[in-house]
């Protein structure tokens, strides 16, 4: 005959799974958070509706445009689209933003994820005044660098060229940027690199095969910024390509616009959705490594 032992009341007792309160709202907490749902509703709507605006007018012709406020229209004029891309030679323009944005990443982002492994792993004599020269930096405006910025790019002989402009865009690597990488790295355990020293691994190759994996979100957030800084920039770009109109890239070739169709708002819209849409599509699918790479930096 066998006897089966039975827990205790406290044993029993604890391993029972704890329920949890639920805390319960009064009912002015409730209509404090719809109003506060309501407001936050209202002002999200007056940020997406400039963009909302610009989608619905690319499909209409001007006086559709201005004749109401309402964005959903009956009828869908792809044709502004079309001659956006051929007539007003955006897809020119697309691949020209294409390439500068592209080389100008990687320079970039390997420039800048190198500074930041040196500045976040390894101590020396005026670190801390390197810092402070890269946040000051980020107060300098562009327009106070354009003229030695294109001096060097001519004595290079890439004016006019656009390897000259993706060396231009890539040349001010982001201070923010390096910062993000400089405290991922330093709070990485130390272990990682005595480990790898052991093996035989020098500078370069624990950068590139321990540490640099390793900042996936760091690296997302990296393209996210110099991608935005690149395929929006403008003085640099118009100012580069004067000689060669057609080497111009999007935010110019949009700029230039006003010119040739300021009558048609409907292919200078159409035209300004192909350079924003874009932005959004990598904004939407780096999105995720983007709040991981910022709060990783703060808690660092």
């Not at 391993?15 to 309160?21: A, D, L």
């Not at 709202?25 to 605006?53: D, H, N, T």
């Not at 001007?62 to 959903?72: A, D, Q, R």
């Not at 939407?284 to 991981?292: A, I, N, S, T």
Request: net charge positive; hydrophobic share 50%.
């Amino acid at each position: 005959m066998t006897t089966t032992l039975q827990p205790t009341g406290r044993s029993a007792a604890a391993e029972q799974p704890r329920k949890i309160k639920q805390k319960r709202f009064s009912k002015r907490e409730k209509l404090w958070a719809v109003g506060i749902s309501i407001v936050l509703f209202a002002i999200g709507l007056a940020w997406i509706y400039p963009f909302i605006w610009t989608l619905s007018s690319s499909v209409k012709n001007t006086t559709e445009i201005f004749g109401s406020l309402n964005p959903f229209n009956p009828v869908l004029r792809i044709g502004n689209w079309s001659r956006a891309w051929t007539e007003a030679n955006m897809g020119q323009f697309f691949f020209n933003s294409v390439f500068v944005t592209t080389g100008s990443i990687i320079i970039s982002v390997t420039v800048a994820a190198l500074m930041g492994y040196a500045l976040g792993r390894y101590r020396f004599v005026g670190k801390k005044w390197v810092i402070g020269i890269f946040a000051l930096v980020i107060f300098l405006p562009e327009g106070y660098t354009i003229i030695p910025v294109y001096d060097l790019i001519d004595a290079l002989g890439l004016s006019g060229s656009l390897w000259g402009v993706t060396l231009a865009e890539a040349g001010g690597v982001g201070v923010v940027q390096v910062l993000l990488f400089a405290g991922y790295f330093s709070q990485l355990p130390k272990e990682l690199e005595e480990a790898a020293r052991v093996d035989g691994a020098g500078f370069l190759r624990i950068f590139a095969r321990v540490y640099l994996p390793l900042a996936k979100p760091v690296i997302a957030t990296a393209v996210i910024l110099q991608f935005m800084q690149s395929w929006n920039s403008f003085l640099l770009p118009l100012v580069l390509t004067l000689t060669r109109p057609e080497l111009q890239t999007l935010a110019v070739g949009v700029y230039a616009l006003r010119n040739d169709y300021f009558a048609d708002w409907g292919v200078m819209t159409a035209a300004s959705t192909i350079a924003m849409l874009p932005i959004i599509i990598v904004f939407l699918v780096l999105q995720r490594f983007f709040v991981e790479s910022i709060a990783g930096a703060i808690k660092g």
